[in-house]
């Protein structure tokens, strides 16, 4: 007699020997493939599992990373030769910029950074090596941002004198630090190039 849910199937083999063997009910059968898709999920569940723990390891070494490069957290400050040392400070005075003369460098500050100017004795006297050895004046290309209105630019460029050599959107429609935005060019005195860019 056989547990209940099962049947009993006599099998005769070749040797004449009758063998008892029992086959699964149909509820045993259900069972049995339920425990089949179980393993099957399981195993989903731990590839799965094993894919997300690789990405989150990924992710991680992307994080670290970018910790890293946030050392960097601002630009301090740039610094190249000039020629026309009084036209150079009027001329940013004019424009707004605080200005601060002290022995062989002047400084143009806005914000908490600033450009440092090389008076012609310090990069010609040929001792001064803590600078780009081949720079001479004109040498900078500078782009500032602009808040106010196009009215308030245009006035503070004539204050300066600044004669304007190209404006619209930015120059190949390439785009700003931030956006694209409209933008303002001028030269120096010297003849370096100064961008005013305002975003929108």
Known sequence: MTSHGETQVKLRRSSGEAQEETMSSPKT????????????????????????????????????????????????????????????????????????????????????????????????????????????????????VWEGSEAALAEVLARAEAEIVAEGERAGGRDGGDAVGQSVYIRDPDGNLLEFIRYS
Not at 83 to 106: C, D, H, K, P, T
Request: proline share 3%.
């Open 29 to 144: 059968a259900v069972i049995s493939r339920q425990s089949s898709a179980r393993r099957s999920f399981i195993k989903q569940v731990l590839a799965t599992g094993a894919a997300v723990s690789a990405s989150s390891a990924f992710a991680g070494r992307v994080a670290a990373t970018m910790s890293q490069a946030r050392g960097i957290v601002a630009l301090d400050h740039v610094a190249i030769p000039i020629q026309n040392v009084e036209e150079m400070v009027s001329f940013y005075r004019e424009l707004g910029f605080g200005v601060r003369e002290a022995g062989q460098i002047v400084s143009i500050h806005f914000g908490d950074q600033k450009i440092n100017f090389h008076r012609p004795s310090l990069w010609q006297s040929g001792t001064f090596t803590l600078r780009a050895a081949a720079a001479q004046p004109p040498c900078g290309d500078f782009c500032w």
